[in-house]
């Protein structure tokens, strides 16, 4: 009888110690496994559908491109762009200017820039990326606070058009939505995975 009660009673601790630990989160008042990949499809399904009902009724999906492109017009071309790559690429600190540089690297090689992009101080949510040659390739634009989720990052390509959102939502992961609001991917890892959780051969910058 003691040998029974002290097995029932590790095994109440060993359960109770896998529930504490396990990796569970809240998110819009629904009870998410931590992990995507390995959840149910009944969670997947409700987390992507949540989460795009979200989006949607921000409205996003609906906006016209003609403000944008009107707002992104005078930002078509970087007339400072040899000496902005030029900072980037040697990691130079920028002297007097009203604005940031980032520098965005291909994933497969250290090093190798694929593009930079410009951010200014009176405008920090907005980041304007440009090739190696200065020409605006997108426009991305933060909702939200970036330490805080969720939030959400639109990409408008160089004339205004929506071309994904990347929603930083509650269970720690990103959603990747299309324009017309299908989902892209999931990105776990800096690897895409897709609605059914099984890893997709999509480019990621």
Known sequence: M???SAFLICFILNILLITSFCPQTFAYGMRVEKDYRYTTQQDRNKRVETYQKYLKETGIFEESHN?????????RKDKNYRENVKNVKHEKPL?????KL??????????ILANYSVIYDEDPKTEYIYDMFGNLNEVVILTGED???????????????????????????????????????????????????????????
């Open 2 to 4: 003691k040998r029974f």
């Open 67 to 75: 403000d944008y492109k009107s707002q992104f017009k005078p930002h």
């Open 95 to 99: 002297t007097g200017a009203n604005y």
């Open 102 to 111: 980032k520098g965005n690297y291909y994933q497969m090689a250290d090093k």
């Open 147 to 205: 330490y805080i989720l969720p939030h959400y990052k639109a990409v408008y390509s160089f004339n205004g058009y929506l071309q994904k959102v990347r929603f930083f939502a509650i269970d720690g992961y990103e959603y990747i939505f299309l324009a017309d609001g299908d989902l892209q991917g999931v990105v776990i890892d800096k690897k895409l995975y897709n609605r059914v959780g099984r890893p997709v051969k999509v480019w990621l910058q």
